[in-house]
C-alpha cells in the first residue's frame, strides 16, 4: 500500500513538474513575434494561423494547446519543417531512427561494459584493472561527437571500413536491415563507447563492494570455490543495482544525441529538434522540448522505483 | 632492598629545578598541517591528477599567452593563397610538424613541383643539366620533402608509374603572376636588397608557342601537354629532365638580357616567389603551427581565443555557482522543513529542464533582442542549472553536521544562525564544493562546445571564436585537411581527460572517505 501511494506521489509531481515546464517553454516562445507574411501567399496563411488560434492572447492559445492536447493528443501543427503536418506525427515519424540506433548501441555496450567492469573488479589493482580504469576515463570524458569525428576520419576515411552517414531508406532497403545497422557501425560506436565505460564503472565498484563483503567469506568458508562463489553469490547482488542504470541510461538516450545525429545524417529526433531550432517552428520546438522533458522525467522516475522494486531492501517512501 | 632505597633522602637533597621562570609547553617544532595543506599532501601522491594538473596548466597557459606572443591576429587573414595549410614547425633543422601532405606524383607533376625548387635556386637558371635538378631537389623552396620509390598503379585500364611523395603545402604554391605598381616594384627591389631574399623572378614569355598555360606561373620551362621540352621541341621524360634539366621559357629583350616584368597600362605585371612575397608584405615567414583553416585563419591563433571563451565561460559559471548554490544548499539544509520541502521541488523542476531549451531561449530572448551579448546569454543559460549539483551537495553536508554537539553548544552561547551557517558549518562543506565546482568547468566547456558546433549559439566574430565553431568549420574539410577539425577535438578531448582526472584527485584529497567512489 505504501509503495502504491509512494508511486502515486511520484507520478503526481512528475505531471506538475511536466507541466509547469510545457507552460514555461509555451510562453516564452510564444512571446516571440512571428514573422508575418506578405503577399498574397501570406493572406492565405495568415488565414491558416488564424485558424490554428495563433491570433489570440499567449494564454488563451496556451488554453487552447492544453484543451487539445487532452481531448485529442494534439500538440500542434508543424508551419516550417514538415508543412502543415501535426507535430506528433512528424515526431512519430523521426523516432524509429534514434531507436535502433540506441538499441543498438545498448546492445553493444552493456555486455562489453560488463564484462570489463567485471574484470577490472576481479582483477582489483592489477594491470588490467589499470587499463580498464584509464579507458573508462577517456571514454567517460571525451565527449561523444569529438570521438564521432575520430571514428569518422580512422575508420570511415582512411580505412574505408564504414561508411561516412547513415545510408538513406532506399540505399539499405529500409530502416531494419543488415546493410542499415553497418552504415550505423560508427554512430552506435560512439555512443556505445560512454555507455561501455559507464556500465564498467558501475560494475567494477559494486562488484568490488560485492566481493569484499561477508557473506562471500561465509561462502569461502563453507568450502565454495572462489569462482562458484563470484559466479553465485557476488555477481548476482553486483547485478541488481545495474539494471535500473541500463533502464535509465535507455530512457535517457532515447531523446538521441542531437548532435550524433546532425554528424551521421541520421533523420531522428535530435535532428528534427535542431530542425526545429534553427528554422523557428514553434509548436513543434514546444514538441520536441516536452518530448525531451518527458524522457528526463521518465528516466528518473523509472531509475528510482526500479532499485525499490528490484531491491526489497530499499523500503520505497522512506526518508 | 632497591625499593626502599629512596625512602630516607634528607630534606638539603632537594632543590628546585626552577623557581623564577615559568614553566611552559615545548613549542612544536614541526609546521601545523591544515585542511589545504592536508589536501595538497595527498593531492601530490596522485600522479595522474597531478599529470592531468600539469597538462591543464600548460593548456591554461597557451590560451593567456599565445594571443601575446603569435604574430598572427584574430579575425586577420593570413592570406588567401595559404588556406588549408598543414602544421608546420620547424626547430632547427629537424621537423615536428612538417606542414607536408602525402601525394601520389606522376613523372610530370613531379618535374614540375622540382622546377619550382630549380628556379627558385637559381632564378636565371645559369645550371644546367642535373646539378640543376638536384639543386631543385634539395631547395629550401621544394614542395618535394621526401620522394618515395616508383610504384605501378593501374588506373581506368593503363599503367601508370606513380611515387608516393611528402609535398609540403606551403612551397607548393610556389610562384604566381602579380599585377603591382611601379612604386611597389621599387619597394620590393629595395626590400630585397636589405633582407637578402629574392621576391622577384624573371617573367616568363607568354607568347611563347611552349607555354600552354600562361596563367600558371610554375610553367616556366617550355612545355608540350605539360611535359618538358629539348631544344628541338621534343618532349622529354623523367629520366632525360634529371639529366639535361629543362630549358627556360624567360622573357627577354631583344638583347637576350632577361626581363623580371611587363609593363601592362600603368601596372606592372610580375611573377614572384609567393613564399617570399608573403615575407615582404607580412614581415614573417608563412609558418602556421597548427597550420591554417578553410579561411586563411591561423588555428593556433584561433585554438587559444577558443580556449579563452571556454575558460572565461567555465569559470564565469563555476564562480556564480559556487556562490549561489552554496547559499541555496546552506539555507535549504539548515532550515529543513518546509523551506527545504519547496526549495528542493524549485531544484526538481529546474534539473529537469532540458539544458538545450534553456540556452535557445536565452538566446532568443535576450540575445537575439540584443539584451545580453552571446556569451552573456550563454553565461546566464549554464548558472539557471549550473548550481543545483553543489547546493545538493552542500545541503546534504547541512544535514549531517547541523545537529551535532558542537552546533548546539555555539547555539547556546548565543551564536546567530548566520554565524552558525558559515563560522561553524560551512567550513565542513567547502571541499565537497570546490570539488563539485572544479567538476563543473569540464562540462560548461563541452556543452558550450556543442551548442557551438550546432550552431545554437553562434560565439563567432570579429574578437571571439569557440572551439565548437572551429570544429563545425572543419568539418567538411575532414577527409582532406583533417587537422583542421582534428586538432581542435584532440585539444578539447585532452581537456577533458584532464578535468576529469584532476577533479577526481581534488575530490580525493578533500574527501578521502570518498575515495574512489565513482572511478
Not at chain 2, 608573403?278 to 591554417?292: A, K, R, S, V
Not at chain 2, 550563454?378 to 545537529?403: D, E, H, P
Request: charged share 20%; net charge positive; aromatic share 14%.
Amino acid at each position: 500500500m505504501r509503495t502504491f501511494k509512494y508511486v502515486l506521489k511520484r507520478l503526481l509531481f512528475l505531471a506538475i513538474t511536466f507541466f509547469i515546464i510545457l507552460t514555461i517553454t509555451f510562453c516564452l516562445i510564444k512571446m516571440l513575434q512571428a514573422e508575418v507574411p506578405l503577399g498574397k501567399q501570406g493572406q492565405t496563411e495568415l488565414a491558416r494561423r488564424k485558424a490554428l488560434g495563433w491570433d489570440k492572447p499567449i494564454l488563451v492559445q496556451y488554453g487552447i494547446y492544453l484543451r487539445n492536447l487532452f481531448t485529442k493528443f494534439d500538440i500542434g501543427t508543424s508551419l516550417k519543417v514538415s508543412y502543415m503536418t501535426p507535430v506528433a506525427e512528424v515526431i512519430a515519424s523521426r523516432m524509429p531512427p534514434t531507436i535502433l540506433v540506441n538499441v543498438l548501441s545498448i546492445l553493444l555496450g552493456l555486455p562489453l561494459g560488463i564484462v570489463l567492469g567485471i574484470f577490472a573488479a576481479l582483477k582489483k589493482n592489477t594491470w588490467i584493472d589499470h587499463v580498464v580504469s584509464v579507458v573508462i576515463v577517456v571514454f567517460i570524458s571525451v565527449p561523444s561527437f569529438v570521438l564521432a569525428f575520430f571514428l569518422q576520419y580512422f575508420l570511415s576515411f582512411k580505412a574505408g571500413w564504414f561508411p561516412l552517414v547513415m545510408f538513406s531508406k532506399s540505399e539499405a532497403g529500409g530502416l531494419f536491415t543488415w546493410k542499415m545497422v553497418y552504415s550505423l557501425m560508427l554512430p552506435i560506436m560512439a555512443s556505445a563507447f560512454y555507455e561501455i565505460a559507464y556500465f564498467a564503472r558501475t560494475v567494477r565498484a559494486e562488484l568490488t563492494e560485492a566481493l569484499t563483503s561477508d557473506y562471500m567469506l561465509l561462502a569461502r568458508t563453507k568450502g565454495l570455490t572462489q569462482s562458484k562463489a563470484v559466479i553465485h553469490h557476488a555477481l548476482k547482488n553486483a547485478m541488481v543495482p545495474i539494471l535500473p542504470v541500463v533502464i535509465g541510461t535507455f530512457l535517457s538516450i532515447m531523446g538521441g544525441s542531437m548532435v550524433l545525429e546532425r554528424i551521421f545524417a541520421i533523420p531522428g529526433v535530435g535532428d528534427l529538434t535542431l530542425k526545429a531550432l534553427s528554422t523557428l517552428d514553434y509548436d513543434l520546438f514546444v514538441g520536441t522540448a516536452m518530448f525531451y522533458t518527458l524522457i528526463g522525467l521518465l528516466a528518473g522516475i523509472v531509475t528510482d522505483l526500479s532499485y525499490g522494486f528490484l531491491d526489497p531492501r530499499i523500503k520505497m517512501g522512506e526518508r | 632492598m632497591a625499593e626502599n632505597q629512596f625512602n630516607s633522602i634528607p630534606v638539603e637533597k632537594f632543590r628546585f629545578v626552577q623557581q623564577k621562570e615559568k614553566l611552559h609547553d615545548k613549542a612544536l617544532k614541526t609546521k601545523p598541517i591544515g585542511y589545504f595543506k592536508d589536501a595538497w599532501i595527498r593531492f601530490r601522491k596522485n600522479k595522474a591528477s597531478v599529470a592531468a594538473a600539469i597538462v591543464l596548466g600548460i593548456i591554461f597557459l597557451y590560451a593567456l599567452l599565445v594571443p601575446f606572443f603569435s604574430v598572427h591576429k584574430l579575425g586577420e587573414k593570413a592570406d588567401a593563397t595559404y588556406k588549408k595549410m598543414f602544421p608546420r614547425l620547424y626547430i632547427g633543422e629537424t621537423a615536428i610538424f612538417d606542414g607536408a601532405k602525402t601525394m601520389s606524383l606522376n613523372d610530370k607533376y613531379l618535374i614540375n613541383l622540382v622546377a619550382i625548387g630549380m628556379n627558385a635556386e637559381d632564378p636565371e637558371m645559369e645550371k644546367k643539366g642535373h646539378e640543376s635538378w638536384e639543386e631543385g631537389i634539395g631547395s629550401y623552396y621544394s614542395p618535394v620533402l621526401v620522394l618515395g620509390e616508383e610504384r605501378v598503379v593501374e588506373e581506368s585500364g593503363k599503367e601508370n608509374v606513380k611515387r608516393d611523395a611528402r609535398v609540403s603545402t606551403y612551397n607548393i604554391i610556389g610562384f604566381r603572376y602579380l599585377q603591382i605598381t611601379k612604386e611597389e616594384y621599387a619597394s620590393i627591389r629595395a626590400w630585397e636588397q636589405e633582407h637578402d631574399v629574392r621576391v622577384l623572378y624573371p617573367m616568363v614569355n607568354t607568347a611563347d608557342k611552349y607555354c600552354e598555360d600562361p596563367s600558371d606561373a610554375n610553367y616556366w620551362y617550355k612545355t608540350k601537354k605539360g611535359w618538358p621540352v629539348n631544344e628541338k621541341g621534343k618532349r622529354i621524360e623523367l629520366e632525360q629532365t634529371m639529366e639535361l634539366g629543362v630549358i627556360d621559357n624567360f622573357l627577354r629583350d631583344k638583347e637576350g638580357n632577361i626581363l623580371y616584368y611587363k609593363e601592362q597600362g600603368t601596372m606592372y605585371s610580375v611573377r614572384v616567389l609567393y613564399y617570399n612575397y608573403y615575407q615582404y608584405t607580412h614581415g614573417y615567414e608563412p609558418t602556421f603551427l597548427f597550420g591554417t583553416d578553410g579561411g586563411g585563419y591561423d588555428i593556433a591563433t584561433r585554438m587559444a581565443y577558443g580556449l579563452r571563451t571556454s575558460f572565461v565561460l567555465s569559470f564565469g559559471v563555476a564562480v556564480v555557482c559556487f556562490i549561489f548554490g552554496a547559499f541555496y544548499g546552506a539555507i535549504e539544509g539548515y532550515y529543513g522543513g518546509w523551506t527545504d520541502l519547496l526549495m528542493e521541488r524549485i531544484v526538481d523542476i529546474l534539473w529537469r529542464m532540458p539544458l538545450y531549451i534553456i540556452v535557445v531561449l536565452f538566446q532568443l530572448h535576450l540575445v537575439n533582442t540584443g539584451k545580453a551579448s552571446v556569451l552573456g546569454g550563454l553565461l546566464m543559460a549554464f548558472c539557471v542549472t549550473g548550481w543545483i549539483g553543489t547546493a545538493s551537495l552542500v545541503r546534504t553536508q547541512f544535514y549531517r553536521f547541523k545537529n551535532q554537539e558542537y552546533i548546539l553548544a555555539a547555539r547556546t552561547l548565543g551564536a546567530k544562525d548566520l554565524r552558525l551557517m558559515f563560522r561553524h558549518i560551512f567550513p565542513n562543506a567547502i571541499g565537497t564544493i570546490i570539488t563539485s565546482s572544479v567538476f563543473a568547468i569540464p562540462s560548461v566547456i563541452m556543452s558550450e562546445s556543442t551548442f557551438s558546433y550546432l550552431g545554437i549559439v553562434n560565439l563567432n566574430s570579429r574578437n571571439s571564436v569557440s572551439l565548437g565553431t572551429m570544429m563545425a568549420d572543419g568539418k567538411e574539410f575532414l577527409s582532406e585537411f583533417p587537422h583542421i577539425l582534428l586538432i581542435p577535438a584532440t585539444v578539447i578531448a585532452l581537456m577533458m581527460i584532464a578535468f576529469n582526472l584532476f577533479g577526481n584527485g581534488l575530490r580525493d584529497a578533500f574527501n578521502p572517505s570518498l575515495r574512489g567512489a565513482d572511478e
